[in-house]
Nanobody, 123 residues
């Protein structure tokens, strides 16, 4: 059974950093794509980043380019999202999701989701 569990969210001041973790089980991480999405209150769920085994490398949304890094630890079956220089507009619930094989940017293409972790950026 595919399971995803996010952790690492919290309250951080503007300019601060957080590292989110997506712990996975029930599948071979190396054969799947893992994406991060976020959803702020009253807004749609937005794609943030994705990593798979494709030679193109990790992908990032323009709004977070240069401020986030996604990386996998296949031994720990965990995918991380390192976020730096956080802004108040980054406040949202962050979700990880997985699908077989390659990355995608549409949430509807991901059949498996975690429960989300809250990130709040505020002074």
């Amino acid at each position: 059974q595919v399971q995803l569990v996010e952790s690492g969210g919290g309250l951080v001041q503007p300019g601060g950093s957080l590292r989110l973790a997506c712990s996975t089980s029930g599948f071979t991480l190396a054969h799947y794509a893992i994406a991060w999405f976020r959803q702020a209150p009253g807004k749609e769920r937005d794609w943030v980043s994705c990593v798979d085994d494709d030679l193109r490398g990790p992908q990032y949304a323009d709004s977070m380019m240069g401020r986030v890094t996604i990386f996998s630890d296949n031994v720990k079956n965990t995918v991380y999202l390192q976020m730096n220089n956080l802004k108040p507009e980054d406040t949202a619930v962050y979700y990880c999701a997985t699908r077989f094989n390659t990355c995608a940017r549409q949430a509807s293409l991901f059949p498996h989701w975690g429960q989300g972790t809250q990130v709040t950026v505020s002074s």
